[in-house]
């Protein structure tokens, strides 16, 4: 009976999950709902592993149970504050240094880099590594945040469950998005904040397919943290509001001072990294070192210890003195650039969100004594101001008043937090092109916006849509021909060329209409040159399909001649740039669907898979003389009909093969290993090259 059973349950059970899959928004719901409640909990235990941390380093010394880390630190001796973070330091050297190199730093740039050139694929061990080395540095008193961390822990996550699954690159994006979202929203208590984080920056894209599930994965996480962490906004503030609208002059001054204050953490955290990278040590030495200098720093200024939230409701409440609040802005960004550069782990989000309040505090205590009656408190410029900084360092400035919004449930400040904020962003990216998190990826020479091209028109050339039959007249051509070249053409412009061949002038159908009630009058007085305009928009065959279809907006065009070393060789049409678009949306289309009907293909042991007629998909190894050459150098389309679709790659990671699967450009250079999946004729396949 059971030999009967086992195999027909397996078999209900594979048709059963392979429907489930089939079905694209109820899976990916489902997935998100899992992925966020697996996130809710990570977030949850995270701080719990947190204050575990810290009463270990701080509590064994204090002899004190259940305090905050900074009651913890106020109370501590000079020679705990240097001992605690010390060896903190040299911890989380260790954990990263032996385990997992991705864990140092603030995590968000690993998981932006993994979603946009890796499919959304992170290494298992390194959310674990990340969790334990970011709980070490905070709990020891390292100046960063908890948000970088959990980002990176619930994408991780996320990405974790997708391989488990087998999921195509497209869902394992989203997965890792949701594992972002979930992490954002249960820390602040901010659902809305978190998907606008994943859609904003992880993603970079508001695609409705990726919404639902990033929705649902932050809507869980809220609801779990809500249930263990209780449901109150993380800063309980007065009621602020605009007094007047002239203040908002005094909101844009602040935002210009937080995109300066944002674009100097910005540099001064990558030249320490670049100072401690120049040191001739042991990199797990080295967070050590800077754990060190947090301790001398912290017997000054202990507020700038763990992630500072302490400090910040006094800050909101006015409760500080204005020359102080300046000290502990330098303190910070100091504090904060000596923890990331020197190799600890932790984030980035919550000391931007200290630095605002204390510079938001000292300019609102300045200028409500100048103008008592006019402005607000200055409890309402700290918490505008850490908006506008947030905004500055991360490029991000939705997420940023979202952020701001929830966290203090008060929408009435929610005017000058959207002024300052886009104001902040502004003069940080006019100081710096870079945010916070892209430029540690382009200073390790990884452009992510490459591995997604947004506008599939920009991979196009004219030379690949460009037609070679052109509508060609000398100046002196008589109106009677051009009339009749006109009518006979199926082009809409006639190129007027002298006799080096180069372009003179063109006449449009337009410019012929207005004469042709006089034809009779002036058929045998006017020529080519008389009606020519010598404006002529021209193109080369290098260029891209997107700066042709600008141009062809821009001049309500309808073709354009392409020339080459000043000789006119072709032209381009408007109808022929839209079909190469659709074209190529489908061929992206397909291509992304390619990977599910491989792996099916693989089960069964088959390389080819037929379609409708005479085409085939044909998965090929590279040939070695492949390799090192782009797909546009090998001109595999003009030579041998062949069409590649995607590339597969194979790699072992923790002793387990991972395939994932990248949609080519024509740059997209060939690696040794490759798997090309090309589309074309029988026939014409049966000439491609096999390894």
Not at 377 to 392: F, K, N, T
Not at 426 to 440: D, F, G, N, P, Q
Not at 493 to 501: K, M, P, R, S
């Amino acid at each position: 009976m059971k030999e009967i059973l086992l195999p027909k349950i397996r078999k209900w059970w594979k048709r059963g999950t392979a429907a489930f899959t089939r079905r694209e928004h109820l899976f990916m719901i489902v997935m998100g709902g899992i992925v966020g409640a697996i996130g809710g909990y990570g977030a949850v235990g995270f701080r719990k592993l947190i204050a575990a941390f810290a009463q270990l380093g701080w509590g064994s010394f204090t002899r004190m149970e259940g305090k905050d880390l900074l009651v913890m630190a106020l109370a501590a001796p000079f020679w705990v504050k240097v001992l605690v973070p010390t060896a903190g330091g040299l911890i989380v050297g260790i954990i990263v240094y032996f385990f997992a190199p991705e864990a140092k730093g603030h995590g968000v740039p690993e998981v932006m880099e993994a979603v946009a050139l890796k499919d959304g694929r992170m290494r298992t061990r390194v959310f674990l590594a990340k969790a334990f080395a970011s709980a070490i540095c905070i709990g020891s008193g390292g100046s960063v945040g908890r948000e970088g961390p959990i980002v990176q822990i619930g994408s991780g996550m996320g990405s974790v469950i997708g391989k488990a699954l087998k999921v195509s690159g497209d869902r394992l994006r989203t997965l890792v998005a949701c594992g972002a979202a979930a992490g954002i929203a249960a820390t602040f208590n901010a659902p809305m904040a978190g998907t606008l984080f994943s859609l904003e920056i992880i993603l970079s894209e508001f695609a409705a397919s990726r919404f639902i599930p990033i929705v649902v994965s932050s809507v869980i996480a809220t609801a779990l943290s809500r249930h263990y962490l209780g449901n109150f906004p993380a800063f309980e503030v007065p009621p602020y509001d605009l007094l007047h609208y002239s203040e908002l002059f005094l909101y844009l001054i602040l935002g210009v001072l937080a995109g300066g204050v944002a674009y100097a953490f910005i540099r001064l955290l990558y030249g320490m990294e670049d100072f401690f990278e120049g040191w001739k040590l042991p990199e797990f030495v080295k967070p050590a070192i800077g754990g060190a200098i947090i301790g001398c720093v912290g017997f000054f200024s202990p507020q700038i210890f763990g992630v500072g939230y302490e400090t910040i409701t006094p800050v909101l409440r006015g409760e500080m003195l204005g020359a102080i609040l300046i000290g502990l802005l330098v303190a910070k960004i100091l504090a904060t650039s000596i923890t990331i550069g020197s190799g600890g782990s932790g984030g980035i989000f919550a000391p931007s969100l200290f630095m605002g309040a204390v510079l938001g505090g000292a300019f609102g205590q300045l200028a409500h004594t100048l103008f008592p009656h006019a402005t607000a408190s200055p409890g309402a410029y700290a918490l505008v101001g850490m908006g506008a900084v947030v905004a500055g360092t991360t490029r991000a400035p939705i997420t940023a008043m979202l952020i701001i919004f929830e966290m203090t449930a008060d929408y009435r400040i929610i005017l000058p937090l959207m002024f300052a904020c886009t104001i902040g962003m502004v003069i940080s990216a006019l100081l710096s092109r870079e945010s916070i998190y892209t430029l540690k990826l382009v200073r390790r020479g990884v452009n992510i916006h490459g591995g997604r091209e947004l506008n599939v028109l920009k991979s196009l050339r004219v030379s690949q849509v460009m037609r070679p039959e052109i509508e060609l007249v000398s100046p002196s051509a008589p109106l009677a021909e051009l009339v009749t070249r006109m009518m006979a053409s199926s082009h809409s412009h006639l190129f007027v060329i002298g006799e080096d061949n180069r372009i003179q002038g063109h006449i449009c159908l337009e410019a012929l209409r207005p004469i042709l009630k006089d034809y009779e009058t002036v058929s045998n007085v006017i020529i080519a040159s008389d009606l020519m305009d010598k404006e002529v928009t021209v193109v080369r065959p290098s260029e891209s399909l997107d700066m042709v279809m600008q141009l062809f907006g821009k001049f309500n065009l309808e073709e354009i001649p392409v020339v080459d070393k000043g000789k006119l060789i072709g032209t381009v049409r408007r109808s022929d740039v839209i079909e190469a678009y659709n074209r190529e949306i489908f061929r992206l289309d397909m291509a992304s669907g390619l990977a599910t009907s491989f792996r099916l293909q693989q089960k069964m042991h088959s390389e080819r898979l037929a379609l409708v007629g005479e085409f085939l998909i044909l998965e090929v190894p590279a040939p070695r003389s492949f390799v090192g050459k782009t797909l546009e150098e090998l001109r595999l389309r003009e030579r041998f009909g062949a069409t590649v679709l995607t590339i597969k790659k194979e790699a072992k990671e923790e002793g387990e093969k991972e395939v994932s699967y990248i949609l080519p450009t024509p740059s997209t250079r060939i690696t040794e290993g490759d798997i090309l999946i090309v589309f074309g004729l029988q026939k014409d396949l049966s000439r491609f090259p096999h390894s």
